[in-house]
C-alpha cells in the first residue's frame, strides 16, 4: 500500500496515474515573504483578528517563550486527546525520536504562550530549514481558548520566521473553521496532493 502527500510544488502527477495510483487534492496554506510586509498584512486582518493580537500584546499578561524540549508539547497534546477521548494517532517516543534528530540539525522550534500562573495557553511546534518553516505540532487548553493566545502564538511565529525563511506553510487543513483561521493571517491557499494506491487484497478486506 503506498499512501503520501506531496509538498505543493509538485504539480504534474499523471505518470502514476497511468500506472493506477490515486489522488485527492487537499490545501495548505502559504506566506510568501518576498510578497508578505508585516506591517502592511496586520492592516488587512479582519477588525476581530487586530483586536484579539493587540488585546494579547498590550493587555494581557501572557508571555511567549521558547522551549528547549518536547516534553511539554507532550504533556498537553496528551491532555487534548483525553479530552476528546480520541486515541493518539502517534506514540510519544516517536515524536521524541524525531524531535531528536530535527534538533541535531538545528531545525526546530518550540514556542508556548503562558500567563502570570504558568498556565500554557498553548504550545506550536515547528520544523524549518533555510526555504520554509512548517508548522508541525501544536495544543491548547480550550479552558483558556478566549484568552486568544493560540492565536497570538501563531502571529508571533509568523514574524520570528520572517527573518530566517522565505515561505511560512501552515500545514494544510480541509477543516473549515481552521481554514478560516489561517486565511485570517493573509495567507495563500495552495494545492497540494494526497496520491495512493491500495492493492487488490487490502480493497477486498475493506469489503
Known sequence: EFDLKFHYNYEYWLPLYWRGYEQTTMYTYVINY???VLEEEFKRFSKGHKWILNRVE???DL?????QNIDEYLAESDK????QGVKKPYSNEMIIRLCNMLKEHDMLKIFKIVDSGNRIHAIECYVYNSNEAYYWLGASDASLRDSGGHTYLTWYA???FSNHVK???FGGSMIEHVEKNFR??????RQYFRIYKISRLMK???F
Open 167 to 169: 515561505t511560512f506553510n
Open 34 to 36: 518576498a510578497e508578505y
Open 204 to 206: 477486498l478486506k475493506r
Open 58 to 60: 498590550k493587555k494581557s
Open 80 to 83: 487534548t486527546y483525553k479530552r
Open 158 to 160: 509568523i514574524q520570528y
Open 184 to 189: 485570517n493571517f493573509s495567507a495563500t491557499p
Open 63 to 67: 508571555k511567549v517563550y521558547e522551549v
